[in-house]
């Protein structure tokens, strides 16, 4: 059997009266590529902020609400190494002169770039190296991020979250504000991670991002889950226009698929 990576069993999240996340019951496996997709508010940044510890859910009944790696117990700090997070609200925070290879090297302090304090080692100089190449971005590594396009910015900070070779890269809608050709790019950049065997879970409610790796897709409505399944059978009209509660039509091109209002 292949090993779980995140278990939720009946995770609750209550906002006051609002239940942002209401008994989600689900397994992801290591090395999985899935995308998690419902509308706004359907609980997606919730169910993220679960994984990371930003949130806690509330006491399931019987067993654990959330396992990561089959344990309940896990150091923030520690879990930080094991998932790269990437969301546009990330890149907020670099609106701050910084050179994109200080950037990617922060990801080693949890950082928003470098301080004096911070010890770079030679090592991680060569992993930035790797990682600059890998995502073809070396053109980028003296360039401030301020002055880098937002798809630039947002490759960098792919690159920042793969530094300690985490098992899982966690985005939350990553292509907000970028063009087509930029989304398409970034697109690219998930698919070289995802090809290399770690898993991509993809927050998005943009379809043309969830990219051909991607074979399993969860949809979130009303803090619930809606559906859980192979993308063929998720990704169709009928359950897209529930979802969205809007008639829609889904188009697929290329192993890409669209949604028509
Ligand atoms: N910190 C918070 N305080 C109060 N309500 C929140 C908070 N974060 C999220 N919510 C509410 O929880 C629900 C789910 O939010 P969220 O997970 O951000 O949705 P999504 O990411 O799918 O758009 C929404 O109703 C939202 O208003
Ligand atoms: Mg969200």
Do not use: C
């Not at 993220?48 to 089959?70: C, F, Q, S």
């Not at 991509?200 to 991002?209: E, F, K, N, R, S």
């Not at 051909?212 to 619930?224: A, H, Q, T």
């Not at 897209?240 to 669209?258: D, K």
Request: charged share 20%.
């Amino acid at each position: 059997m292949i090993d779980p990576l995140l278990e939720f069993h009946g995770a609750t999240v209550l906002f006051g009266g609002v239940r942002a996340l209401d008994s989600i019951t689900t397994t992801i496996r290591a090395g999985e590529n899935v995308a998690i997709i419902g509308p706004n508010g359907s609980g997606k940044s919730t169910l993220i902020k679960l994984i990371t510890r930003e949130l806690y859910p509330l006491a399931g009944n019987g067993d654990t609400p959330v396992k990561i790696l089959g344990e309940s117990a896990w150091d923030v700090f520690k879990l930080r190494s094991l998932f790269g997070i990437v969301s546009a609200d990330l890149q907020d925070f670099f609106r701050r002169p910084l050179i994109g290879r200080d950037v990617i090297l922060s990801g080693f302090f949890g950082s928003v770039g470098l301080y004096p304090h911070h010890e770079v080692t030679g090592q991680m100089q060569l992993r930035a190296d790797e990682l600059l190449q890998f995502l073809s971005i070396e053109h980028l590594a003296s360039k401030y991020m301020t002055e880098m396009s937002t798809g630039e910015a947002r490759r960098m900070l792919i690159a920042r979250a793969l530094v300690h070779e985490p098992k899982a890269l966690i985005l939350d809608e990553p292509s907000n504000g970028l063009d087509p050709r930029a989304a398409r790019k970034f697109v690219d950049s998930l698919r070289k991670i995802a090809g290399g065997g770690k898993s991509v879970i993809l927050v998005t409610h943009h379809l043309p991002d969830i990219f051909p790796e991607i074979s399993r897709v969860i949809m979130l409505k009303d803090g619930r889950i809606f559906a859980d399944g192979p993308k063929q059978e998720a990704l169709t009209s009928e359950s897209l226009s529930e979802l969205f509660a809007i008639p829609v039509t889904v188009i697929q091109r290329n192993g890409y698929y669209h949604l028509m209002a």
